[in-house]
């Protein structure tokens, strides 16, 4: 957590801005080349979102919510594969937050190596039954707690 | 469909007891092993479960419906593996129904080989925002579309 | 297909450029929010690549095979959710073929509504036992099966 | 662990008869219906057998291994949900052990709450390149390392 400045020390206890997520790479996340899939590296990053949260003190999806956090743009690059029962680690910060939406980079690194960097962008939307979902702003409980990583984090 | 006896030939056309799936198998479907993995037999076997209601008319999950079918036990038995690209098919039947229940047996064959054999009990609950699941009657406008195979039909 | 040019006639019947793969929204691939889970999307452009490389008569991952294709980069934009059963159509084509690369684009679509898009850019690699993937050149009996897509096929 | 009797004490140190996983659902285990995925409750019990191996000092699937351990018969009991960010485990134990095969019980439990019982029953094969797999006996120094559980175990 690095965020500074006009919010004072108070939000630099209050306000994250990063996450690392420690992970074993399960046999059913691997495939038939004995790699791990490239799909499951968005799960392993939006797995590594849900735990930032819970470390800043929120659930992303409470009982009941009406508020819900979909997808609007996601990209990786893989640099080498993840093998049966490798430990590794997903490293997740906020890179931009605007009115509306949040923007997560992500770097996976087993030891010292580069496994693949990752971002997510995700819009804040109202969920309610019966129709479509609409984007909102994040509401200020959720908002207050996060802040955006300084680029010295990256 | 083999259902007959008291309820006359209407019943025989309306009324479905057996569906067959085809499918294909998936790279991320298997295993590092190179095998579809076990837990995926489950996922096919539901697949054909849910294209049966359909050809039955009907859909497991219609839009706010407060009706789920959670699974109560299910079990497989592996006769032989399946392979990247096997085309194989799922032959789902009612084995059993009960004021609460249904019950399915499925055979998974590519040809004339038998892969592998299973079943699935689901039950049928009201699901309501805010309160635990609760097991009641099979609607009867989904009830009137089913019946158990004959064990001719295995 | 669209490829033309010095290649002439037989190359536009030999070579593929895209392809359309129909497919149905499964239960086991929604999300708790009732939408297709994000990292599904990739196994949908995935399922449409290996049928599209069937439909130029190939197999990406023949028996006993030393060639593997694992991603280096993929990308994905959402414009609207996928439902329970829900129809759609994966259409993919080649957007660029390099000594060792292949980059696709895909556009999923939903009647005519446009659901998401994406591109994966795949490496081929030397796999052998007990060493570390190595790329190489896109073997002839391969490359003279593709050619890349026209603009006015997007 | 229990075993005891003839082995002695160095056995009841050196052989493995259960093990406990500690885990949280994650959001990409859920379905449209906010619980769970019947099928992922297998991916939990292969889960925890990996690690149950790890503790008795083993991988399951170490690389180039010629021995691999497909499942012969699987079944599952569900006896309650499990919802987002649930804390559960899975207790995991040796049923059964035979000349070539090992049949684990495993049980879930989200604090005094059962959520589901299951077995698993593996067979060990060797597999080489271009052949079918074929049944063999557990190897010694695999064998050496677990024993039955003794009923007061479950």
């Known amino acids: 957590m690095s965020h500074s400045g006009a919010h004072g020390v108070r939000d630099d206890r209050d306000r994250h801005s990063q996450f690392t997520l420690h992970r074993r790479v399960q046999w059913y996340e691997l495939d038939s080349a004995g790699i791990v899939h490239f799909s499951t590296y968005f799960r392993y990053m939006e797995e590594a979102e849900h735990a930032f949260w819970r470390a800043a003190g929120l659930s992303i999806a409470p009982p009941d919510s009406e508020i819900g956090w979909p997808r609007i743009a996601v990209a990786c690059e893989y640099h080498g594969p993840l093998h049966f029962e490798d430990e590794f680690e997903v490293r997740i910060r906020i890179a931009a937050m605007t009115d509306k939406t949040l923007r997560y980079s992500c770097v ?7 496994i693949a960097t990752g971002t997510m962008t995700t819009v804040c939307v109202r969920v309610q039954p019966g129709q479509p ?9 959720i908002r207050s707690r996060f802040c955006v990583a300084s680029a010295a984090d990256v």
Not at 133 to 141: E, G, H, I, K, Q
């Open 108 to 114: 996976l690194m087993r030891g010292e190596k580069k």
């Open 133 to 141: 979902m609409r984007a909102v702003s994040l509401p200020d409980d």
